[in-house]
């Protein structure tokens, strides 16, 4: 009698997973994959969202990018919405920028939509996602925006420009590449940018453990002003870091942001206030990143107390 229950239940649990994968299947459309270089890579259309998004080595709970079908100009994820506040940092309008990691493309043409006469520069390691950006995406290039194929961190020591602004978004799955994260590589990046320049990077992590801190001490021994954006929806922050000292105040920050998107007219909400980190705790059992000790998929789940 047990053996039999036992044997209806796997029976029922087999059926409902069955169902469920069904369900999942019936909604989405995968209309690319490929195996780059570098990763799987996969575009799905989910059929009743209207959306479309590319995916990474099947991470469906993480694409690295998407669009909705039916407004392709729409800035889709919370992370990119929220990485655009940081104009309100920058004293002046954006002439030159760098995005670090192309995804989509999304945000590159979002801001080449708002910025048409600024010069844009995206950088992208995998010529695959170069290709779904420009097929699938609505990605194209122009006079003013070029994207160049090669590893981040090579373009950032080999290029001879200097940005106003710098959009980090160099997510491999659910991981920044360690390069990209380590003291060095900022001080290099530091380098790349204009006098009052800002730098801009998405990062993923729960704020309970030594990575996060760990990003945030490095973040601090290079810049002289570091401000967090936290999504409200998502568990992404926007490291808003400045080549100058930075006084945030809150009303001066806010008029400033809602003039931008005024004048631009821009479709997003600009006028977030950062998450105040210093008051959680800033430093406790975190070292600095460096090109000899950044390790980041094991610091993500070592927690931090309080």
Known sequence: MKRAFFML????????????????????KTIFEKNSLYQFIMVDDDLKKNERYVLVNTKKDRPQGGISINDPDKLLFEYTRLAFTSLAM?????????????GAGVMPRYFNKYYPDANVDAVEIDP??????????HFQEKANLKVHTLDGRVYIKRTINKYDMIFLDAYRGENIPFHLTTVEFLRELKGKLKEGGVVASNVLSKPNNKYFWSMIKTYKEE????????????????????????????????????????ARGMDINLRRLPWDYESGGFGWNSKILSDDFAPVN?????????
């Open 9 to 28: 239940m796997i029976l029922q649990l087999v059926i409902g997973s069955s169902q469920a994968f069904g369900d999942h299947k019936k909604f989405t």
């Open 90 to 102: 920058l004293d002046r309008e954006p002439e030159d920028v760098l995005f670090v990691g192309l």
């Open 223 to 262: 810049f002289k002003s570091l401000y967090l954006f936290k999504g409200k929806k998502s568990g992404n922050f926007i490291f808003v870091a400045t080549v100058n000292k930075f006084q945030m105040k809150r009303n001066a920050f806010l008029a400033r942001a809602s003039r931008i998107q005024s």
């Open 298 to 306: 094991l610091y993500k789940h070592m927690k931090i107390d309080n």
């Open 128 to 137: 695959v996602m170069v290709e779904v950006a420009k097929k699938f995406f």
